[in-house]
């Protein structure tokens, strides 16, 4: 595979997400708004570094971005499209908003690139392992010429609808992720008020209709109060703005959602915010 790819932003996720596409045989070059992480990466993947998004475009086929929210993710896709010809395809692993994605794919149209919003689940494991989800929104065409390339980190690469129903289908994810961590979180916690070993519990309920990638994920380090590690509470709290907003939006109610959210808020408050999102179980 010869084909030149961008990657830009190095953070948990990309990091990985752009070695395993090295790895895979891709031309990579990558951009970091920290240029000692670039550097870093380079020195563990090879491949080259650039100063700038639209330097870190140029003359590639595929864009790849994972960046932090939609400022971010809009200000290095405006700065990266400066760079691509027409014809190429940008891919966009970041978690923001449906409407970011939708003006994003008319900025791209209106310079003839295609775009595709293609959030990931699976964590920092996931990115790592090459296991990640990835929930696309897009046309048909440009999803099948970049499907490959986003095969090199997905186990499961699925084109959910138009512009913006990856985006939505991240939300979805998030929403549910929120209820089932407060539910195991208050699970843990009965179980330790009971005098019940949390561990043995765990490993019974989860050979049946309780099991969950939480719970066999997050259980044991939830009833060890380890949380150093994982999907921060600060990400998490932005991700579910996103979906309380588009739910305004929508008319969707999301009353667990929004409850949680303030639970995320309790935890922040007590200096949780880079904790893994299965510190609820501390507020108990």
Known sequence: MSAKVAFLGLGVMGFPMAGHLKARG????VYNRTPEKAAQWVARHGGRSAP????????????????????????VATAALE???????????????ADA???LHALA??????FIDAPVSGGQAGAE??????MCGGEDGPFARAKPVMDSYGKAVTLM????AGQLTKMVN??????????????????EKAKLDPLLVLDVISKGAAQSWQMENRGKTMAERKFDFGFAVDWMRKDLAICLEEARRNGARLPVTALVDQFYADVQKAGGHRFDTSSLITRL
């Open 83 to 97: 760079g691509m010809a027409p014809g190429t395809v940008m891919v966009d692993h970041t978690t923001a908003s």
């Open 52 to 75: 700038t998004p639209a330097e870190a475009a140029k003359a590639c086929e595929f864009v790849c971005l994972c960046v932090g929210n939609d400022n971010d993710l809009i200000a």
């Open 129 to 134: 392992n090459g296991k990640l989800t990835v």
């Open 174 to 191: 998030q929403i549910c992720i929120a209820g089932l961590v407060q539910g195991l979180a208050e699970g843990i916690a009965f179980a």
């Open 101 to 103: 994605a939708r003006r």
């Open 26 to 29: 891709y031309d990579v070059t």
């Open 161 to 164: 609808g138009g512009p913006g």
């Open 109 to 114: 149209k209106s310079k003839g690139v295609d």
